[in-house]
T-cell receptor, first 113, second 116 residues
Framework: DSGVTQTPKHLITATGQRVTLRCSPR?????VYWYQQSLDQGLQFLIQ???????AKGNILERFSAQQFPDLHSELNLSSLELGDSALYFC????????????FGPGTRLTVL | EDQVTQSPEALRLQEGESSSLNCSYT??????LFWYRQDPGKGPEFLFT???AGEEKEKERLKATLTKKESFLHITAPKPEDSATYLC?????????????????FGGGTRVLVKP
């Protein structure tokens, strides 16, 4: 158990809908990272927050957004969902702003029908 | 663009049959190379970080090494419980407050199956 929690574990929804994925980092970690993992794209970095502020962006679509709250939990919002958004979404956390060992949560499996 | 390539894509081993996984990278200003293990349907589990060429790290049956262009993960006398996908990732030196370098770029992984 990495200490990172993600909810829900599974999510099934329809195209065009909006969903919110939630992540609680390990106790004491200030950085939260979001990743998308699909069979054809592998593990892709989406976005990083550190202590409530956005600090790095990767290949995140404009339909996706994230935020980190004062209690350090983070939410990833996915809107206007498409079939291709079906994937595993992982949250990871680390202590520092700079990249260091990241501890991954168990993931949320999103299925868009 | 940063590239991280892992080979082979899949590896079938007999229990006790040692082997090596390769991770080659083309980035400028490498700040760190990370190895993770991922079991099916689960999040990646951190194994090692390597920072400079010549560095080596070991954990149980796993040993990671780093050169200027690639890293190897050696599995010595593997057991069935070593079956997993092994991912490598690189951290590149970035610029700016929202530097793209503040991220890990992952390879496609090597799926390892160890048969008893």
């Amino acid at each position: 158990d990495s200490g990172v929690t993600q909810t829900p574990k599974h999510l099934i929804t329809a195209t065009g809908q909006r969903v919110t994925l939630r992540c609680s980092p390990r106790s004491g970690d200030l950085s939260v990272y979001w990743y998308q993992q699909s069979l054809d794209q592998g593990l892709q970095f989406l976005i990083q927050y550190y202590n409530g502020e956005e600090r790095a962006k990767g290949n995140i679509l404009e339909r996706f957004s994230a935020q980190q709250f004062p209690d350090l939990h983070s939410e990833l919002n996915l809107s206007s969902l498409e079939l291709g958004d079906s994937a595993l979404y992982f949250c990871a956390s680390s202590v520092e702003l700079a990249v260091s060992e990241q501890f991954f949560g168990p993931g949320t499996r999103l299925t868009v029908l | 663009e940063d590239q991280v390539t892992q080979s082979p894509e899949a590896l079938r081993l007999q229990e006790g049959e040692s082997s090596s996984l390769n991770c080659s990278y083309t980035v400028s200003g490498l700040r760190g190379l990370f190895w993770y293990r991922q079991d099916p349907g689960k999040g990646p589990e951190f194994l090692f970080t390597l920072y400079s060429a010549g560095e080596e790290k070991e954990k149980e049956r796993l040993k990671a090494t780093l050169t200027k262009k690639e890293s190897f993960l050696h599995i010595t006398a593997p057991k069935p419980e070593d079956s997993a996908t092994y991912l490598c990732a690189v951290h590149q030196r970035g610029m700016g407050i929202k530097a793209a370098g503040n991220k890990l770029t992952f390879g496609g992984g090597t799926r390892v199956l160890v048969k008893p």
